[in-house]
């Protein structure tokens, strides 16, 4: 029936049989382009896709593992899309090119592991204050110093969140699968560019490294947000002004917007002030942008969760050891359920609170001596008991530890 369908037209045969394959191939072209497109991926090959996909137009890094391939495949795939990729000198000078490349109008990334993250620091905090849009990857890995570059590591949680000097907030992204270093790519770049701040892909060596199956989705499907451009001429244009949604349009260099940029506190024209109205000012704008947002920004599963007296609560690897471990303790009838965290950053405060309010105790895995767990403490205000679950010795938690630590509290 369809290949008639197919054929006739107005009681007429059209076509002949030659023709057949070739309509019968644009039709099955057609249908994995609506499909997306099948492939078998590392998480940092992933990361590559997202970037791209969000339209990604400058890339400056210097290679160290385990993020290397981000860098190395970039550096064939972004040229080849009409985009700019430099191998820099250092990690400190990759972070300056990616806010300079993002003030000239470009969506700009670089990537880095545990010694070159704490390079980028300064001039992290440097984009933040001047509010240029660009993405951070860090794929973690054991610490301090050169550690264990080939090991996993959750060690650069708190480093994420406070390795700035000064008040501030920042975004942070943390994935638990190939899919998701696809995924939470794009996110990275929409909340960067529709907030005009750095955001951080928190991710990890064993995120990085493994391979999994996952579709690539059409063009057409992918949200993507670009900044919002001054609709005013250049001379009514102020760059810096504290607008309703706390994020002014961005205007890039070059374009005929003159603006001045600094890293010092400035007023709504770009220029240092020691006026302590617009200080304060400035400041709890830059706050605000993002605290208003936490809705949107803030990321959490959860998973049987409505009768648990046991939460366990993870993020990225960890987070699959978890899965399976309270998969297995409710097989064994013990009422546990997970809590995963996709953003680390701004954090979860308030389902952290709801979730101590039903539960007995919350179990936090973490590859690291114990950082997030602080946080989870905090809020959760003793109301219930906060166990943490540490490994750092360069290897995995495995979901037998999680579950024997589910067991025991119990």
Request: hydrophobic share 40%; net charge neutral; glycine share 8%.
């Amino acid at each position: 029936m369809e290949k008639k369908a197919t054929e006739r037209k107005g009681g007429k045969i059209k076509g002949t049989s030659r023709q057949q394959p070739q309509r019968k191939a644009k039709r099955a072209a057609a249908s994995k382009s609506d499909a997306g497109q099948i492939v078998l991926i590392s998480g940092n090959e992933a990361c590559v896709e997202g970037a791209l996909a969000a339209g990604l137009g400058f890339f400056a890094g210097y290679p160290i593992t385990p993020a290397t391939e981000i860098s190395e495949v970039l550096s064939t795939r972004l040229p080849a899309v009409g985009g700019k990729f430099i191998q820099m000198e250092d990690e400190i000078a990759s972070m300056a090119a990616i806010i300079g490349a993002s003030i000239a109008g470009l969506k700009s990334m670089t990537a880095t592991s545990g010694p070159g993250f704490s390079l980028m620091q300064e001039n992290i905090g440097f984009g933040i204050i001047a509010e240029a849009p660009c993405v951070v990857v860090n794929v973690m890995r054991g610490g301090p110093s050169t550690g264990l570059p080939t090991n996993p590591s959750q060690g650069d949680v708190m480093q994420a969140r406070w390795g700035r000097h000064g008040d501030h907030r920042i975004i942070v992204l943390c994935p638990n699968s190939v899919e998701e270093c696809y995924t939470l790519t794009i996110k990275a770049f929409n909340f960067s560019e529709k907030y005009r701040t750095p955001v951080i892909l928190l991710m990890d060596e064993v995120v990085a490294h493994m391979r999994e199956k996952m579709t690539l989705p059409p063009e057409s499907n992918i949200p993507v947000i670009n900044r919002v451009k001054p609709s005013v001429p250049p001379e009514w244009h102020i760059p810096y002004e504290n607008t309703p949604t706390g994020v002014p349009p961005m205007a890039a260099f070059g374009d005929g917007y003159r603006y001045h940029i600094t890293g010092l506190v400035h007023d709504q024209h770009g220029f240092p002030t020691q006026r302590q109205d617009e200080i304060k000012e400035f400041q709890s704008r830059l706050t605000n942008k993002i605290e208003k947002a936490r809705k949107e920004l803030i990321m959490v599963e959860t998973e049987f969760i409505d009768d648990a007296k046991v939460a366990v609560l993870s993020y990225g690897s960890t987070s699959r050891s978890a899965r399976r471990a309270v998969t297995m303790a409710r097989k064994g009838g013990s009422k546990a359920g997970i809590v995963r965290l996709l953003t680390l950053w701004p954090f979860p405060v308030r389902a952290v609170q709801r979730l101590s309010e039903h539960v007995d105790a919350i179990i936090v895995p973490e590859m690291n001596q114990g950082q997030l767990v602080g946080e989870v403490e905090r809020h959760a205000c003793g109301r219930c008991s906060v166990v943490p679950l540490n490994r750092y010795d360069g290897a995995m938690i495995e979901p037998e530890e999680i579950l024997h630590t589910i067991l025991e509290v119990e």
